[in-house]
């Protein structure tokens, strides 16, 4: 045990410390391309993060024209865009 009575501690930067818009717009774009739908624009990605990937995910797919039978897919899609190009298209945000 530490000295401070824990052994750990998890900070969730996502939004907070660091913007990550940007790598949720290009994963999406990657994943929506993948199934032949068009990008959503920054500003709905904006309203809908952060009430989990999964409602991210049906929402994009419901903006872009998509459909649920196509959720697997896409989840599955998302995650492989999301990793390959994690904190490659986020800023730090500044605190004044």
């Keep these: 045990m530490s000295l401070l009575g824990f052994d750990a501690a998890l900070v969730d930067l996502d939004g907070t410390l ?3 818009i940007g790598d949720f717009e290009v994963a999406l774009a990657r994943t929506l391309a993948d199934l032949g739908l068009a990008p959503v624009g920054r500003a709905f990605i904006e309203r809908t993060v952060g009430q989990g990937s999964e409602h ?18 896409a989840w599955a ?8 190009i994690n904190q490659r298209f986020a800023d730090a945000v500044v605190l004044e």
Excluded: F
């Excluded at 419901?62 to 039978?69: F, I, L, N, Q, W």
């Design 18 to 20: 660091v913007d990550t």
């Design 56 to 73: 991210l995910i049906r929402s994009t797919l419901a903006e872009a024209g998509g459909t649920p039978a196509q959720y697997d897919t």
């Design 77 to 84: 899609l998302y995650q492989q865009h999301y990793r390959a």
